[in-house]
């Protein structure tokens, strides 16, 4: 199980439960791309609320498998409404229909910027703000995490 006893009863509690057909919305707190966010009570350690709901209700994520939304509500963890889907397909779709996840919006150069801003003091917000992009972005960027440019993004589609 991915959450202990205590973590399921809060994450429980920030569901908004319903019907299988209606959309199960996050009432907890939300990256800015509209994604429930779940605390995993470590130091910056956050996970995608949709993904927790996917795994308690059919198990470990299969390899190499993005959970997607089958109903476009990025707030919604009803597990009838996700599935495991193909993440180069997602991020082709998302990127044709404008719709492209953060990273894709900073370029190389953006990335050098964003470590000298790092460097000089610069809190994280601000910085967020100026590329608009989220923190959690900036703390990617920062901690070197798995971080494709845009157009090295791109060039691998
Ligand atoms: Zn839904």
Redesign the pocket.
């Known amino acids: 199980m991915i959450l202990d006893n205590s973590q399921l009863e809060i994450f429980a509690s920030k569901v908004d439960k319903r019907g299988h057909d209606?959309?199960?919305e996050w009432l907890g707190s939300k990256y800015q791309t509209g994604y429930g966010k779940f605390s995993m009570g470590r130091r910056n350690s956050c996970e995608y609320v949709h993904r927790i709901s996917w795994q308690l209700f059919n198990g470990p994520i299969p390899e190499g498998k993005m959970i997607l939304?089958?109903?476009?509500?990025r707030g919604?963890?009803?597990p009838?409404?996700?599935y495991a889907g193909d993440g180069f397909d997602n991020a082709r779709d998302m990127i044709r229909s404008g719709r492209g996840p953060n990273r894709c919006r900073l370029t190389r150069s953006d990335i050098d910027s964003i470590h000298k801003l790092i460097k000089l003091g610069e809190q994280q917000q601000r910085i967020a703000e100026k590329f608009q992009v989220s923190e959690a972005t900036i703390s990617k960027v920062k901690n070197n995490i798995d971080f494709p440019a845009k157009d090295e993004y791109h060039n691998n589609l």
Do not use: A, R
Request: aromatic share 14%; net charge neutral.
């Open positions: 209606e959309c199960w939304h089958k109903c476009n509500n919604c963890v009803n009838y409404h996700l």
